[in-house]
């Protein structure tokens, strides 16, 4: 499998962004996915979630009411609408699959290479 971010860059604080998720060469549908982010000098960390066939939803505390996460998956696609954002979100987005075993989700077996968001004050 597969994944390809995209959507990431420069904004204001208080400015939107969306980032994509392509994915090739599985099942899309049948993946749970999520998004995770990592900031300079911190540990990864869970951003949203949403099972296999999208009836549930999983939000970090620090991004829930701010960010949506949604999925086409004829498109073989998930995105990730930021809205609010902080420069607290300055991070390295990652989509993955993930295991919806723990809480929070963590990461299972396939990652895509990360894109930057870098929010300014």
């Known amino acids: 499998v597969q994944l390809v971010e995209s959507g990431g860059g420069l904004v204001q604080a208080g400015d939107s962004l969306r980032l994509s998720c392509t994915v090739s060469g599985g099942t899309f549908s049948s993946y749970n996915m999520g998004w995770f982010r990592q900031a300079p000098g911190k540990e990864r960390e869970f951003v949203a979630a949403?099972?296999?066939?999208?009836?549930?939803?999983y939000y970090a505390d620090s991004v829930k009411g701010r960010f949506t996460i949604s999925r086409d998956n004829p498109k073989n696609t998930m995105s990730l609408q930021m809205n609010s954002l902080k420069p607290e979100d300055t991070a390295v987005y990652y989509c993955a699959t993930v295991s919806l075993r723990t809480s929070p989700p963590t990461p299972a077996n396939s990652w895509g290479q990360g894109t930057q968001v870098t929010v300014s004050s």
């Open positions: 949403f099972s296999s066939g999208g009836s549930r939803t």
